[in-house]
Nanobody, 126 residues
Framework: QVQLVEHGGGFVQPGGSLTLSCTAS????????IGWFRQAPGKKREGISC????????YESDSVKGRFTIVRDYAKNTAYLHMNSLAPEDTGVYYC???????????????????WGQGTQVTVSS
């Protein structure tokens, strides 16, 4: 059974940093593209950063480019999202997901995404 478990959400002031983690089990980690999505209150879930397993190719949304970085630790079957320069508009529930696809296909949701984590809340506020 595939499981994706996120950790690391919380409350942070504007301009601050936070790192989320997503630990996968039940799948061959390097065979999957792992992506981070977020859903702000009242908005659609959006893909923000995705990384393919076999070559490290990434795709990022314009909203996080230059501020967020996705990293994968293959020894730990864990993906991280390092978030810097956080702003109130970054508030939302953050989910990780896994799919055998290109990073853009995962982030843009071109087709069904079979595996999702449970989500972790990030709140950016002064």
């Amino acid at each position: 059974q595939v499981q994706l478990v996120e950790h690391g959400g919380g409350f942070v002031q504007p301009g601050g940093s936070l790192t989320l983690s997503c630990t996968a089990s039940g799948l061959t980690f390097e065979d999957y593209t792992i992506g981070w999505f977020r859903q702000a209150p009242g908005k659609k879930r959006e893909g923000i950063s995705c990384m393919r397993g076999n070559d490290g190719t990434t795709y990022e949304s314009d909203s996080v480019k230059g501020r967020f970085t996705i990293v994968r630790d293959y020894a730990k079957n864990t993906a991280y999202l390092h978030m810097n320069s956080l702003a109130p508009e970054d508030t939302g529930v953050y989910y990780c997901a896994a799919r055998r696809a290109t990073p853009q296909a995962l982030c843009e949701v071109w087709g069904p995404v079979p595996y999702w984590g449970q989500g972790t809340q990030v709140t950016v506020s002064s």
